[in-house]
């Protein structure tokens, strides 16, 4: 259905690149070394230490580090180096045709969601949900919670990158549905960006799809609207499957909406005839996957738990 990436091979050169908000320099220098240390080059966008306003450079700037990436025959896989907000300004006028047929991988999460869905619905391209530089590389809290998060999400990010298959292995998940084995098209990510971008030529059409979906720092009766828009715009129902990962810092505010995540999931499950899953290891927090978006998944459920195999 979709063009898949090229393969990333030993000794790759990432390109860096910084399509949203401003960068912390210190995190930053910390993912170049980090990254140079595991056998990759790594070539950085000079826009992205440019910072304006919010952002790290202009939006003139930002889109041209991103596509002098792209055509940079030495360049094999562009990886953000944050995200933040900003995507969403540059989109009507990315160089689709050259996202297709540069064929790259790109990296990224959060704001990177925006990419993801432009990519797929107008370059045909299949990206990934997956760390940031600065971000993921750029340095944790020395805790064996924190270790143990970073050596998964390298674990399953480099298999990934190199084309191979990966399997989550059994995530537990307290679920009502009968055992199952699904098989569709992985796409998803930040809820706002899903959202937002439902309705416009950076949106795709995906029937019969696994939806995965995270998000940060909104109350949860937001999250619920936001689920909700995309209920009454006919994606949800169109759906194979939901897949909730990590809705962090999504609490209840007091007193006016003390409304919880666990009400959210509730609301889903009665509105929704497709499995709605827990658990999902993604979004933002350091023991993250990486996600091939747009690829063909496998979704086998369990009792009490499932597998997610692409």
């Known amino acids: 259905m979709f063009s898949k990436p090229t393969p990333l091979r030993p000794g790759a050169t990432l390109g860096l690149f910084a399509p949203s908000g401003v960068v912390n320099v210190e995190r930053h220098e910390r993912s170049v070394a980090v990254l140079q240390s595991l056998g990759y080059g790594v070539t950085v966008a000079p826009e992205a230490l440019q910072p304006w306003r919010y952002f790290a450079g202009t939006d003139e700037a930002r889109l041209a580090g991103f596509h002098r990436l792209l055509a940079d025959p030495a360049i094999d896989a562009l990886m953000m180096v944050r995200g933040g907000y900003g995507w969403?300004?540059?989109?009507?006028?990315?160089?689709?045709?050259?996202?297709?047929?540069?064929?790259?991988?790109?990296?990224?999460?959060?704001?990177?969601?925006?990419?993801?869905?432009?990519?797929?619905?107008?370059?045909?391209?299949?990206?990934?949900?997956?760390?940031?530089?600065?971000?993921?590389?750029?340095?944790?809290?020395?805790?064996?919670?924190?270790?143990?998060?970073?050596?998964?999400?390298?674990?399953?990010?480099?298999?990934?990158?190199?084309?191979?298959?990966?399997?989550?292995?059994?995530?537990?998940?307290?679920?009502?549905?009968?055992?199952?084995?699904?098989?569709g098209c992985l796409w998803?990510?930040?809820?706002?960006?899903?959202?937002?971008?439902?309705?416009t030529p950076y949106f795709p059409d995906i029937p019969g799809g696994i939806l995965f979906v995270e998000e940060i720092g909104e109350r949860p009766y937001v999250v619920e609207r936001m689920f909700l828009h995309l209920e009454h715009a006919g994606v949800l129902a169109r759906q194979q499957a939901i897949l909730l990962g990590e809705f962090t810092d999504c609490e209840p505010e007091d007193g006016r909406f003390p409304y919880s995540m666990a009400h959210v999931i509730e609301t889903l499950r009665e509105r929704l005839a497709i499995p709605v899953l827990t658990n999902l290891p993604f979004g933002h927090v350091a023991r993250k996957l990486t996600l091939p978006y747009g690829a063909y998944a496998e979704l086998a459920i369990v009792a009490g738990a499932y597998t997610l195999r692409y």
């Open 88 to 183: 969403s300004r540059l989109l009507n006028r990315v160089d689709w045709d050259l996202v297709a047929r540069a064929g790259k991988p790109l990296v990224g999460f959060s704001d990177f969601t925006a990419l993801n869905l432009g990519a797929l619905a107008r370059s045909r391209l299949v990206t990934f949900a997956g760390p940031g530089a600065a971000v993921d590389f750029g340095g944790h809290e020395d805790t064996p919670e924190a270790r143990e998060g970073h050596a998964y999400m390298e674990a399953h990010c480099w298999p990934v990158l190199r084309g191979e298959p990966v399997s989550t292995g059994a995530i537990a998940c307290e679920h009502p549905y009968a055992p199952a084995t699904l098989g």
């Open 188 to 199: 998803g990510s930040n809820l706002s960006l899903l959202s937002d971008l439902a309705g």
